[in-house]
């Protein structure tokens, strides 16, 4: 049928082939392609985890079209390395297959520690064992994004050893771009929105509006703030 792979991806703020349209989560979903082929299973298990990715759909009969964008695949190769995975077979419909991920890290969540990395280097701290992505984050300061200031970095250096882990007990969606939380804070601590990053996402705590030098990039792609307060936060 009609390509419109082109036109969707530079029109459409949309979830298609797997990532956000975005230039750092496009850069995961390559290196989630490739640690199939390869076999890394913990990268491919981390990257599904921070880019928050619940199901996944498998068109048995894809083929590749080489004139277009993606790199060509095996679509053999792929099914084998994806029943590898932390993810539970749902249902097919003739060779359409649906399946579950079992470890998104959620649409909101607080990490207990943070990495300031190239993005380059993404795929090398994911791809370790011993990276957990329910209590760790990558934040690029240098991305295809958004650059931060050497003063944001500073102010986030200086409470790195003193970084806790919120407790968020309720989130509420008021609409496509409002949410609501509820928040146990016994520290300053990062709270990360996987959601394509802006600058024009804005965070009030409490009603009073965070400053815009404590918003910064996560893996490339997602938000993150610095909160320095403490209590029963909304």
């Given at each position: 049928?009609?390509?419109?792979?082109?036109?969707?991806?530079?029109?459409?703020?949309?979830?298609?082939?797997?990532?956000?349209?975005?230039?750092?989560?496009?850069?995961?979903?390559?290196?989630?392609?490739?640690?199939?082929?390869?076999?890394?299973?913990?990268?491919?298990?981390?990257?599904?985890?921070?880019?928050?990715?619940?199901?996944?759909?498998?068109?048995?009969?894809?083929?590749?079209?080489?004139?277009?964008?993606?790199?060509?695949?095996?679509?053999?190769?792929?099914?084998?390395?994806?029943?590898?995975?932390?993810?539970?077979?749902?249902?097919?419909?003739?060779?359409?297959?649906?399946?579950?991920?079992?470890?998104?890290?959620?649409?909101?969540?607080?990490?207990?520690?943070?990495?300031?990395?190239?993005?380059?280097?993404?795929?090398?701290?994911?791809?370790?064992?011993?990276?957990?992505?329910?209590?760790?984050?990558?934040?690029?300061?240098?991305?295809?994004?958004?650059?931060?200031?050497?003063?944001?970095?500073?102010?986030?250096?200086?409470?790195?050893?003193?970084?806790?882990?919120?407790?968020?007990?309720?989130?509420?969606?008021?609409?496509?771009?409002?949410?609501?939380?509820?928040?146990?804070?016994?520290?300053?601590?990062?709270?990360?929105?996987?959601?394509?990053?802006?600058?024009?996402?804005?965070?009030?705590?409490?009603?009073?509006?965070?400053?815009?030098?404590?918003?910064?990039?996560?893996?490339g792609f997602a938000n993150a703030w610095l909160i320095n307060k403490t209590g029963i936060l909304k």
């Amino acid at each position: 049928g009609t390509d419109i792979y082109y036109w969707l991806l530079s029109n459409k703020n949309i979830l298609d082939g797997g990532y956000l349209s975005s230039p750092g989560a496009q850069e995961l979903y390559y290196e989630f392609y490739y640690a199939l082929l390869n076999h890394n299973e913990t990268l491919a298990n981390n990257i599904l985890s921070i880019l928050n990715v619940r199901y996944i759909i498998l068109e048995g009969d894809a083929l590749y079209f080489p004139g277009g964008v993606m790199p060509s695949f095996n679509i053999t190769k792929i099914n084998i390395s994806l029943s590898k995975l932390n993810i539970s077979y749902i249902t097919h419909y003739n060779r359409i297959y649906l399946f579950e991920y079992r470890n998104p890290v959620g649409l909101f969540y607080s990490p207990n520690s943070f990495i300031i990395a190239n993005q380059s280097d993404i795929g090398a701290y994911l791809s370790s064992s011993n990276y957990s992505v329910n209590n760790e984050v990558i934040i690029t300061p240098n991305n295809s994004i958004y650059n931060i200031s050497f003063s944001q970095l500073y102010s986030l250096k200086s409470i790195k050893k003193d970084l806790h882990k919120a407790e968020i007990y309720h989130i509420k969606q008021i609409s496509w771009d409002y949410f609501c939380l509820d928040v146990n804070a016994t520290g300053p601590f990062l709270l990360v929105f996987t959601q394509t990053f802006s600058p024009y996402w804005d965070i009030y705590v409490n009603g009073t509006k965070l400053p815009e030098e404590y918003h910064f990039v996560a893996y490339g792609f997602a938000n993150a703030w610095l909160i320095n307060k403490t209590g029963i936060l909304k």
